[in-house]
């Protein structure tokens, strides 16, 4: 079995100040893991993933992630935060044969002017 | 032009009906998704599908019946609708692998009254 732990339902955060939106999992397997973005009113879009190699995964839009086996995290960081980012955030596992996925519980990223 | 289209946007009825949410990808993905997202946001699995054969079928109520005409076809029909029934549909598709991101659709916010 697997989880996903999000501990953080919400964070505010004034805008270009740096964020860092929080990742546990739990599995018996190898893992894969992916962080979502979900903008008001529209589906999840991919953020970023980690599959292997080096451990730290960036987006195009300048978040970033660290995955730590030993503390089987994979963090969200960004160093300055746009109003634009004000999304709702989710962690996401993929393991198994048939690609099941967990997601995380969410995290609402509210970036205050 | 849309990767996962789900129709329709926006659904309002009355308990006791029946209701069909359709959904279609052109991405030519062999695997299609039902998503259910409660008040909180909470996303959880409902059905997945590969090349038309059920895969994942979660604790879901029989009242819910998904079908796949085609692997690029998922339609989600919902029999007897209850209050609790009300929440954010969401259709996905992906291709059959554990290291690729899932698409997802604008979703279908259903309302029962």
Redesign the interface.
Known sequence: AQSVTQLDSQVPVFEEAPVELRCNYSSSVSV?L?W?V?YP??????LL?Y?SGSTLVESINGFEAEFNKSQTSFHLRKPSVHISDTA?Y?CAV????????T?G??T?LQVIP | DTA?SQTPKYLVTQMGNDKSIKCEQNLGHD?M?WYKQDS????K?MF?Y?NKEL??NETVPNRFSPKSPDKAHLNLHINSLELGDSAVY?C?S?Q????????????TRLTVV
């Not at chain 2, 059959?96 to 979703?107: D, I, L, M, N, P």
């Open positions: 894969y992916f979502y979900q009113n529209q589906g999840l879009q991919l993933k599959l709702e989710f993929h393991s198994g044969g048939y690609q099941k996925v997601f519980t969410g609402k | 996962v695997t998704y909180k946001k909470f996303l699995i997945s590969n895969i994942i969401f996905a992906s059959r692998s554990v290291r690729t991101e899932a698409f997802f659709g604008q979703g």
